[in-house]
């Protein structure tokens, strides 16, 4: 997602506790939103299940996120689905001191969770949806 298109999405991944995973990039000019990637149990090969880490499981959330939305809303645009999730992303970490990736050796630098990301937060459906249901349901 290194190009800039209005609809495309740069996404990744934070823990449980919301901390920034220390493989990940961030900046509110670089990263939309933040979304689960630890822990997640995904499909692996041979029809099993596994728990795994990564953008590449953020991604799906916040790509499932984006279904429910146009499936409930099929009016909405990409664009618009992205503003919802962005404007509805849950904030309550913004002033917590998490540890950032690409800190060298020695003490972790710390920011505040909000100031790595353009929405400031990460995906929450529940919000999105009741936003949705507000602003679009006929």
Do not use: H, R
Not at 99 to 128: D, R, T, W
Request: glycine share 8%; aromatic share 12%; with cysteine.
């Amino acid at each position: 997602f290194f190009f800039k298109q209005k609809t495309a999405y740069e996404i990744y991944q934070c823990d449980w506790s919301s901390d920034v995973c220390s493989s990940d990039l961030y900046g509110k000019k670089s990263v939309d939103v933040f979304a689960p990637g630890v822990d997640i149990y995904s499909t692996v090969p041979d029809s099993k299940y596994k728990k795994e880490n990564g953008t590449s499981m953020a991604c799906p959330a916040t790509a499932g996120a984006a279904a429910v939305l146009k499936s409930y809303f099929p009016q909405l645009s990409a664009k618009d689905i992205k503003k919802i999730l962005e404007k509805t992303a849950n904030k309550t970490a913004k002033n917590s001191l998490v540890n950032v990736p690409g800190a060298g050796m020695g003490k972790p630098e710390q920011k505040k969770f909000g100031e790595l990301s353009k929405s400031g937060g990460y995906i929450n459906l529940y919000e999105a949806v009741a936003y949705a249901l507000k602003k679009y349901a006929k």
